[in-house]
């Protein structure tokens, strides 16, 4: 019987609320007790941790991540993120279809699925495309894909523009009690956006989009939920104009969740300065008043998860002048230590940190993890949340590096990473 005791931890606990000094015991890959008194005695053939007061808590769930296999292993494979994943506490990925070809039929996401049992450390749940190609123009075959293994449905940061589609797939989609992760944005406002409506973006000449897009986008998504029943998670809420929506949504008893990226917590639009195109994200960085408000979602629990986004760009892709450079940033290895600077602000606590990074997504999506309970699978992860340290890009595991966070001074470095009791990071 395998078992390993974590002794002297600081125990992150999102379900309960609570930050305290104990103990954590495995056997078999899943836990089997805590405890704040003195850890169990010593057995013969166990490993015994110190954690030496360091933080334990639940694995994190990170929803959303892109993985470019099939069709640009250069940007990524499962290999590499997965190594950048475990190197980064993440013990889940929960992995976005906008692939080349798109994940859209169950030969394609048995593909992902092998290449990731083969290649990744880290444990893999992938979403599958709600239409074909992501084109919206027909929906995909939802119930075989969700018997081949797809944990939720999305087109990814494209638009389904044509709403007599998109209420037909949340139709069907209700049926099987499938959920539906949208990209709430009013496409034709939204188009060709490379900034928020700012000053700042005006004199710099960037094509704008207003924050109002964000909340059109999410109030017909709300109205198509309403009408069908759907479950459904809007998968990044980043402007306050959308709160009152989603709040009123929620207060309705419809099945509706909502997330943000951990850019959008800790970035704002002046974070763009001369142009530097690896803080182009979709959606783009918000004021610093939209930052503030979304800070105090996730601290209400009116936003359910906080994810990286992970989304991997070659050199010659953000080698170009901002508007024609693509979105996106790496996060699979930054999501820990940038969300300490929520923590070391004093916005949110560690427990609520790990239950919007943990424990929501795991929930929402259905799977064990995400926990410290027993019965719980040991999907851990070891960290010091004061460990300073300066990001450098080209340390980075993932094969692409647009991080925005390169050169910067962070605090919270992982120490240990576990998927069912077994490290896959550290010593």
């Keep these: 019987m395998a078992r390993t005791v974590f002794n002297d931890a600081r125990l992150i606990d999102p379900v309960a609320g609570t930050d305290a000094r104990g103990w954590l015991l495995v056997e078999n890959g899943r836990i089997v007790a805590t405890g704040q008194d003195a850890a169990p005695e010593p057995q013969g053939g166990e490993t015994r941790i110190d954690c030496g007061g360091r933080a334990l808590a639940p694995g994190i769930v990170d929803l959303g991540v892109k993985v470019c296999e099939p069709g640009e292993r250069h940007k990524e494979s499962f290999r590499s993120a997965g190594r950048a994943a475990a190197a980064g506490g993440v013990t889940t990925m929960v992995t976005r279809p906008d692939t080349l070809p798109t994940i859209d039929s169950p030969e394609t996401l048995e593909f992902a699925l092998r290449r990731a049992a083969e290649a990744a450390p880290v444990r893999i749940a992938p ?7 992501r084109e919206g123009r027909e929906m995909t075959e939802i119930a075989f894909l969700r018997d081949a293994g797809a944990v939720a449905f999305t087109d990814g940061d494209i638009v389904i523009a044509n709403t007599r589609i998109l209420s037909r797939a949340m139709a069907y989609a209700c049926e099987l009690g499938a959920l539906i992760v949208s990209h709430p944005q009013e496409p034709g406002l939204s188009a060709g956006a490379s900034a928020t409506s700012s000053a700042f973006a005006a004199l710099r000449g960037l094509s704008m989009v207003s924050p109002m897009a964000e909340r059109m986008g999410l109030d017909r998504d709300i109205s198509l939920v309403e009408m ?84 991997p760009q070659d050199e010659e892709s953000k080698r ?29 606590s560690l427990p609520q940190l790990f239950r919007a990074m943990s424990t929501n997504p795991a929930k929402r999506l259905g799977l064990e993890a995400g926990r410290l309970s027993k019965g719980a699978p040991a999907d851990l992860v070891l960290f010091d949340p004061d460990a300073p340290f300066v990001l450098d890009r080209f340390a980075l595991r993932s094969k692409s590096r647009n991080t925005p966070f390169d050169g910067t001074r962070m605090e919270g470095r992982v120490l240990g990473t576990w998927v069912g009791g077994q490290r896959v990071f550290g010593e």
Excluded: W
């Excluded at 979403?127 to 190609?133: H, Q």
């Excluded at 909502?258 to 783009?284: C, E, M, W």
């Excluded at 408000?293 to 998860?305: K, N, Q, R, Y």
């Excluded at 002048?321 to 929520?342: H, K, Q, W």
């Design 127 to 133: 979403m599958a495309a709600l239409t074909k190609g």
């Design 320 to 348: 170009l002048p901002f508007e024609e450079a693509a979105s996106g940033a790496v996060g699979l290895e930054t999501l820990l230590p940038a969300a300490m600077r929520l923590y070391h602000s004093g916005a949110l």
């Design 228 to 311: 069908t029943g759907v479950r459904y998670h809007a998968d990044q809420i980043t402007c306050a104009r959308a709160l009152p929506s989603l709040e009123r949504a929620k207060a309705n008893g419809f099945d509706v969740t909502a997330g943000t990226s951990i850019h959008h917590l800790t970035l704002n639009l002046i974070d763009v300065g001369d142009y530097r195109t690896f803080f182009k994200i979709k959606p783009p960085l918000r004021s610093e008043e939209d930052r503030q408000a979304i800070v105090e979602a996730v601290a209400s629990g009116l936003i359910d998860t906080i994810s990286s986004f992970h989304t």
